[in-house]
């Protein structure tokens, strides 16, 4: 069984920074399909970046150029470094996992329901 913990949340001023970090148990493949989605109270849940162990990594457009999403094999860890923050990126972040072989796209655009595993999430509260 597939799982998720995250960390590295917490409160940061407007133009701050911080990395979130995601422990992955139980992904037997070598490859992988994994991504951030962030969720505020009574809205659905966006996805904000994503990498595959080909390399290919996406981003929502309001974090291109500020968020980066990366992934250690040897840690087996996902992480998302998370600079110039704004008011709008406070939200749970969820880590989460799609099934080893899903390969990602340019224009793909995440979905959460191609990724069935997930963490319980870390929240980040951004203050202007």
């Known amino acids: 069984q597939v799982q998720l913990v995250e960390s590295g949340g917490g409160s940061v001023q407007a133009g701050g920074s911080l990395r979130l970090s995601c422990e992955v148990s139980g992904y037997k493949a070598s490859s992988y399909c994994m991504g951030w989605f962030r969720q505020v109270s009574g809205k659905k849940h966006e996805g904000v970046a994503a990498i595959d162990s080909d390399g290919t990594t996406i981003y929502a457009d309001s974090v291109k150029g500020r968020f980066t999403i990366s992934h250690d094999n040897a840690r087996k860890s996902l992480y998302l470094e998370m600079s110039s923050l704004k008011p709008d990126d406070t939200a749970m972040y969820y880590c989460?996992?799609?099934?080893?072989?899903?390969?990602?796209?340019?224009?793909?655009?995440?979905?959460?329901?191609?990724?069935?595993?997930w963490g319980q999430g870390t929240q980040v509260t951004v203050s202007s």
């Open positions: 989460a996992a799609a099934p080893a072989e899903f390969r990602l796209w340019d224009e793909y655009v995440m979905v959460g329901s191609d990724f069935p595993y």
